[in-house]
């Protein structure tokens, strides 16, 4: 069974990329791409960040295949890394848990991904290795921003 909270996915956002520029990440987003629960960004030094945001326990997400394809595109055109997190709302409503994924095929996936009609569908317990969750939205910015070049 599922469990779903309801926090604000603004400010759980606006949490995420203050956690990032607190640690000297300088972003802006990018326009006509993504979409408000799951927005793009690009990152000096660190090449692109499309965010994907959810409230049900345990993690489901669903992102777009050709939305991966045309930001892995970007980032291969451009030689920069294209990083995917994956935010859990936390169940106390400060900031999210999460996982970090530089693709969907390795660590911290532990099985394969399907695409069904057209959208990666990713559920946590099927998908993810959950020791590799990361415990605060904190804790994910600085490990992000440890990959800068």
Same mark, same amino acid.
């Given at each position: 069974?599922?469990?779903?909270? $309801? %926090?604000?996915? #603004?400010?759980? !956002? @606006?949490?995420?990329? +203050?956690?990032? =520029?607190?640690?000297? #990440?300088?972003?802006?987003?990018?326009?006509?791409?993504?979409?408000?629960? *799951?927005?793009?960004? =690009?990152?000096?030094?660190?090449?692109?960040? !499309?965010?994907?945001? +959810? *409230?049900?326990? %345990?993690?489901?997400? *669903?992102?777009? @295949?050709?939305?991966?394809?045309? &930001? *892995? @595109?970007?980032?291969?055109?451009?030689? &920069?890394?294209?990083?995917?997190?994956?935010?859990?709302?936390?169940?106390?409503?400060?900031? #999210?848990?999460?996982?970090?994924?530089? $693709?969907?095929?390795? +660590? %911290?996936?532990? =099985? $394969?991904?399907? #695409?069904?009609?057209? /959208? !990666? &569908?990713?559920?946590?317990? /099927?998908?993810? $290795?959950?020791? /590799?969750?990361? !415990?605060? +939205?904190?804790? @994910?910015?600085?490990?992000?921003? /440890?990959?800068?070049?």
């Amino acid at each position: 069974m599922n469990d779903h909270v $309801d %926090p604000d996915s #603004a400010g759980l !956002l @606006q949490q995420y990329l +203050t956690a990032l =520029r607190d640690r000297g #990440a300088e972003m802006h987003r990018i326009d006509g791409l993504g979409s408000d629960d *799951q927005p793009l960004f =690009r990152i000096k030094g660190l090449g692109y960040l !499309l965010v994907s945001m +959810t *409230q049900e326990f %345990p993690g489901l997400w *669903q992102i777009d @295949q050709t939305l991966v394809d045309e &930001v *892995q @595109q970007r980032a291969d055109e451009e030689g &920069v890394n294209a990083w995917f997190p994956l935010l859990i709302a936390r169940r106390d409503g400060r900031g #999210a848990n999460g996982y970090i994924l530089a $693709d969907f095929s390795s +660590t %911290p996936v532990k =099985r $394969d991904i399907e #695409a069904v009609d057209g /959208r !990666l &569908v990713i559920r946590e317990k /099927r998908h993810l $290795d959950s020791l /590799r969750l990361i !415990l605060s +939205t904190e804790k @994910q910015a600085e490990l992000l921003m /440890r990959k800068r070049t």
